[in-house]
């Protein structure tokens, strides 16, 4: 599964001003906070509850999303967000963690403070 043809896709299915980067944020709230009620992901993907319900509904029509409440990936949707497909699945490096410090909570900065 191509995460980013899915997030295109999606993004065009709701008409998402943010397009598929908006997307790409629910799903890393998603893939972080699993189970997680539409509500918290609305509150931290900064979109409204009635715009999380119609994305969630889009993923769960490409099989990324459970159809269960609350909101969870199927084991297609996380294999294809962490990268455990098999080689030439088409599938795009999408995780929870921040890709600056690895989930950890840290600021990495490049010189010492003063």
């Given amino acids: 599964m191509d995460v980013d043809a899915v997030a295109a896709e999606v993004a065009a299915a709701v008409g998402l001003a943010e397009g598929p980067a908006g997307v790409a944020d629910v799903l890393r709230v998603i893939a972080r906070h699993e189970p997680v009620p539409a509500r918290e992901i609305s509150r ?4 409204p509850v009635p ?3 119609a ?3 889009e993923l769960r029509k490409r099989g990324v999303v459970d159809r269960a409440r609350p ?3 199927t084991p297609a949707g996380r294999a294809s967000l962490t990268g455990q497909e098999p080689p030439g699945a088409g599938q795009a490096a999408l995780t929870g963690q921040c890709p600056c410090c690895g989930g ?3 600021v990495v ?3 010492p403070r003063r």
């Fill in 55 to 57: 994305i969630c509904n």
């Fill in 51 to 53: 715009i999380i319900a």
């Fill in 71 to 73: 909101v969870r990936l």
């Fill in 109 to 111: 900065r490049s010189r």
């Fill in 104 to 106: 950890l909570g840290l």
């Fill in 44 to 47: 931290r993907a900064e979109l």
